[in-house]
């Protein structure tokens, strides 16, 4: 150990005439300090015998009569430690005071439990903010940091709304995401484990929701004012995957388009609903079907009418496959664009009542005809059913059957587009059998795709298909017609970045080589010209 004075903070206690010095300074002191050295040396009795040490700087602050600095620092330490204790409970006290005046705020405001919120309510974000009470929306807007926190704020404070009035208050936003949830998802442990962390209405108040609103909702028009209603039918499945097979449904599911739409607004209450209520509002009358099965169906085409080739559908079609080399269009756009007049308006679609028998069996198709004729002539309009094939074939042979004074033989039947676009796509396959139609795509699609597409199978590829054989024919046709080579189509379509394998295909067998080189520069000079000379004659 150095003899250093200064450098060195600890020392060890060498005579004990140290220690009878510190002994009489202790009672010279007579404070917290000098007694707290005294009782330690009264315990230690010999220090240097104990190996005592002592610090330097604590011995001089204590033999010159100076307090004692952890002492100090320790002191202080209580104090500010004191004092940050009395700001927390300030703030404290502050936030309480703010809570029990939000509180009182939500409290005081009337809300009815007699209605719900209508679907307009619940998707509008400036009435959700004014659903909520001036203090709670500041609190809020004065938490979150961002710019356009509108909806958190909506979301965050109706949750605490909720939570204070738990019993009396049905949060609009909760209840709307408790129903989006339930519709994607039916799952009760989801709606109940958001109801429980504040962000959804439990799974009993959505289900009384839904009871409520299928009860009182009544989405057909008093009125149909201009609008067309066409019901479509087709059978519906529902709980099908059970383990014992018990509990599923199968029956005729029943729905209506009307176009235009138009805005409903229904408000629904909130009522104990009993399940014999629902019974009475999804009733279908049943009609036992008695089938004759002598008689036989005597089906009597109607004769075409004439088509000219003057007319607009031909002129548009024709339109649309001379604009494709130059600009690849669709039918639909090409429709579009030629199109004058007012949208009609989006249509919408009524969910009808369904009728637990099976869709196949004829005293169900029955029912479900004589219900789409009594819900039509409801508002003084032809009854319109679509049906799909299977059910399209009975449907008709019933209305064979019918007498001609009965009201089903008024009934508009329809084959749903689907399966017409089917049997159209088989009728094309039957008729090109053996004209190289099959060759021809699978230059294209693999021969396994080709053989489902010929059959009515796999539909958006046949479709397309068909497109571009039409397309490249009538290309073809053109270069025939205007006397141009096909590498004017090639070269659009490099220019285009795309290209059509089997187009030059077929392409070299029909041009040869010398109309190639007499045609090149009548193709450079005059085959836009003659182009649009045929489409602003095809327009107008």
Known sequence: MSD????????????????????????????????????????????????AFYHQKCSVNFRTGKINLLEHQIENEKTRVKKLQILKQKKRDIIKTAAKLIKSDIKSMEFSRSVYSSPATIASCEENIAYLP??????????????????????????????????????????????????HFGSKFLLDTLYQ??????????????????LQSNDSPQKLEGRCIQHVADNVDHNIRTLDGHGTFHGMGIIAGITPGYNHKTIVQRLNVSLDDIKQIGTIDLHQYNFDRTSKLSLKFESLAVQHSDSLPDNLSLLCSTLWPKKKIGWSAMCNLVQDGAYPGKSI??????????????????????????????????????????LYWKTLTIIDNEPKERDLKSIVLRLGGFHLKMSFMVSISNIMSGSGLAELMETVYAPNAVSHMLTGKA???????????????????????????????????IENGEHVSFLEETSGDMISETDIEDSENHSQNTFPQDLNELIIELCF
């Open 197 to 214: 962390l504040g962000f959804s209405s439990s799974y009993k108040k959505v289900q009384k929701h839904g009871v409520n609103s299928a």
């Open 134 to 183: 001036d203090s709670l929306k500041q609190l809020l807007g004065g938490i979150f940091s961002e710019k356009d926190c509108d909806l958190k704020v909506a979301a965050i404070g109706k949750s605490i709304m909720q939570a204070t009035r738990p019993r009396s208050l049905i949060a609009p936003l909760q209840l709307g995401l408790g129903v989006q949830m339930h519709h």
């Open 4 to 51: 250093r004075k200064y450098g060195i903070e600890v020392y060890p206690v060498r005579t004990f005439e140290f220690q009878q010095k510190i002994a009489a300074i202790c009672k010279d002191r007579k404070d917290s300090w000098a007694s707290d050295v005294f009782a330690k040396l009264e315990y230690a009795q010999d220090l240097p015998a104990s190996d």
């Open 459 to 493: 539909v958006a590829r046949a479709v397309r298909g068909h497109f571009l054989i039409y397309n490249a024919l009538t290309s073809l046709l053109m270069c025939e017609q205007f006397q141009v080579s096909s590498a004017v189509l090639k070269d659009n379509d």
């Open 349 to 390: 679609i009524v969910f009808l009542p369904m009728i637990d028998l099976e869709p196949g069996n004829l005293s169900c198709i029955f029912s479900t005809m004589k219900f789409v004729c009594n819900a039509a002539f409801k508002y003084r309009a032809n009854p319109m059913l679509t049906f799909d094939q299977p």
